[in-house]
């Protein structure tokens, strides 16, 4: 194989290799934050709690985790509606499950479970309080439990070293958003001082291999007066990382769904805290305390459980936690106009399809300038050749020489990589938007069950690579790949037959290349590229019947 043939090839896989830094670049899962909104070890302010890594590994100790076993035991309770069902432990006064009644499994037709004590971590309502700042302990004091139209109110049935910690969780109607009311009386005869850490969750738990890259921490906060969404990213054990600036919420979420906390009073710092493994759990550290003998003090927080939809974190302020990357404005634009189009046509995959085709209709002055472009540069091609055998030996005269050429025939030799370029936002915003929309969890289409995941279909019997499934739909895309390199083709006047058998090579290894790439994609991903290349060939043959002199 000639030395060109190893060239195409190396780039092609270079290409391909570094796109994933590209998204990184355009669209960070765990964006480095900006100097202005620095993520720091936790900070030796007083309002911050004056913690230490090492002191809050004592605060959430392995003890924890036995006494959460033990209260798990203990008797459960549920509130719930429509959209969201939280299961509250009586004793502890936790949310131990979360749960979503309209995005069930389409088989078992029980809600997705988004939250289960099985999580490692702490669990969301846990409260651990501290008299210096330094060391916390958690407030497992057990509760009695009542019960109202929408509302469990847990009354502590002992206090812990004289303070009384009584929470009240309010599910709001037709809504994923609940009330949480957490009210601190100090049941001694002598003040009190202390701060508390009110626990947000967990890492959540992947529900597909395709999810653990998109699970995160979120901080959203005030810093010098500027709205700056923070991705604190800290899984070594005992590690511990806050917030900057005026903390609004804080939240632990994942590619579909999210848990935030969102202080209507007083004042906190997000904080999250590695457990190794590549886990972590969040919290909230208010400010010291300070309670007079028979005092009390109360913290109200809204609190979200539920999907990362635009349409329902709005009305919360909450929609910030849905972030395309430095391309948002692009990616909630192409979001819209999904939601837009499935109205019309009632399915999602079918939205895709006709979004991709909307698009690609809009691009195609782009796209016809582009491809005329190159294909005067063709016509050309045997000139340019050559020049260059002429000149070879000269630079500066064949340089010179060439630019006259392309002045000559009013020949742009960049004319062809401006308009794609100018195409990349959009396709890469669309790209990014349709692998986070939670529009397409559990949406079909065809044989396909799940836009979100990677389609499957049954072999009769096991294939090598494959096993006893496979995905359809990136081998149809390979397909169609193939066909598109076959179709537009171009043979160029005077063309070197090696140059030719290599543009035949790539033109069957670029598809297979993609086609590994996108194997394990969600099949609104592959459906989205495979409807581009379709319609990019239909373009393509098209133009390829302009005539140019």
């Known amino acids: 194989m000639e030395k060109r043939v190893l060239l195409a090839l190396a780039i092609s896989f270079l290409v391909l290799g570094f796109y994933p830094v590209i998204l990184q670049k355009f669209y960070p899962q765990s964006a480095k934050t900006s100097p202005t909104a620095s993520l720091e070890p936790l900070p030796s302010s007083p309002a911050s709690g004056n913690l230490k890594g090492s002191d809050l590994r004592g605060a959430v100790s392995p003890a924890f985790l036995g006494d959460t076993e033990r209260l798990l035991q203990e008797e459960d309770l549920a509130i719930g509606n429509e959209r969201v069902k939280a299961v509250f432990n009586k004793k502890g006064g936790l949310v131990r499950e979360i ?120 901080f959203y906060s005030d810093v010098d007066g500027k709205k700056v969404l923070q991705h604190p990213k800290e899984s070594k054990r005992g590690k511990v990382v806050t917030s900057q600036g005026k903390l609004e919420w804080a939240a632990t979420k994942d590619r579909h769904f999210s848990i935030i906390f969102k202080p209507l009073s007083g004042t906190f710092k997000g904080a999250v805290q590695g457990l190794g493994n590549h886990e972590f759990q969040v919290f909230l550290l208010s400010e010291k305390i300070a309670l007079p003998a028979g005092g ?76 005329l472009s190159m294909k005067r540069m063709q016509l050309v091609q045997p000139k340019v050749n050559q020049l260059r055998q002429q000149h070879g030996k000269n630079p500066e005269k064949m340089n010179r020489e060439l630019m006259e050429l392309y002045k000559k025939h009013k020949v742009n030799p960049f004319g062809g990589c401006l308009p794609m370029l100018l195409q990349m936002p959009v396709f890469v915003a669309l790209y990014v938007a349709l692998s986070k929309s939670v529009a397409l969890l559990n949406e079909g289409l065809l044989w396909i069950r799940d836009l979100s995941l990677p389609d499957s279909v049954q072999l009769p019997m096991a294939l090598p690579l494959l096993g006893k499934e496979a995905h359809l739909l990136p081998l149809i895309m390979v397909g169609a790949m193939v066909i598109q390199q076959k179709f537009t083709q171009v043979k160029m006047e005077g063309q070197d037959p090696s140059v030719e058998m290599q543009q035949k090579m790539m033109a069957v290894l670029m598809p297979i290349v993609f086609g590994f790439v996108f194997y394990s994609m969600p099949s609104g991903l592959v459906l989205y590229w495979l409807t581009n290349t379709l319609l990019m060939t239909v373009y393509q043959l098209r133009l390829k019947s302009v005539t140019l002199t």
């Open 99 to 218: 749960s979503f009644p309209r995005f069930a499994d389409p088989k078992t037709q029980e809600g997705l479970k988004f939250l289960s004590a099985d999580s490692s971590g702490s669990l969301p309502g846990l409260v651990s309080l501290s008299p210096d700042g330094m060391q916390f302990k958690e407030a497992l004091t057990g509760y009695q439990a009542e019960e109202r139209p929408g509302e469990i109110l847990f009354v502590p049935s002992s206090d812990a070293d004289g303070v009384r910690i009584v929470k009240s969780w309010r599910l709001e109607k037709d809504s994923y958003a609940s009330r949480l009311e957490i009210r601190l009386e100090n049941a001694s005869n002598a003040p009190k001082e202390l701060y508390y850490q009110l626990f947000v969750g967990p890492s959540i738990a992947p529900r597909h291999s395709i999810d653990s890259q998109y699970i995160e921490a979120n």
């Open 296 to 371: 009390a003090i109360q913290h109200d927080f809204l609190v979200y459980h539920g999907p990362n939809d635009i349409q329902e974190l709005l009305p919360q302020g909450l929609d910030p936690i849905v972030n395309f990357g430095k391309l948002d404005l692009f990616g909630k634009l192409l979001v819209g106009g999904l939601e837009l189009l499935h109205k019309v046509f009632r399915n999602y995959g079918i939205a895709i399809i006709a979004l991709t085709t909307l698009i690609n209709v809009l691009l195609f002055p782009l796209t016809r300038v582009s491809y």
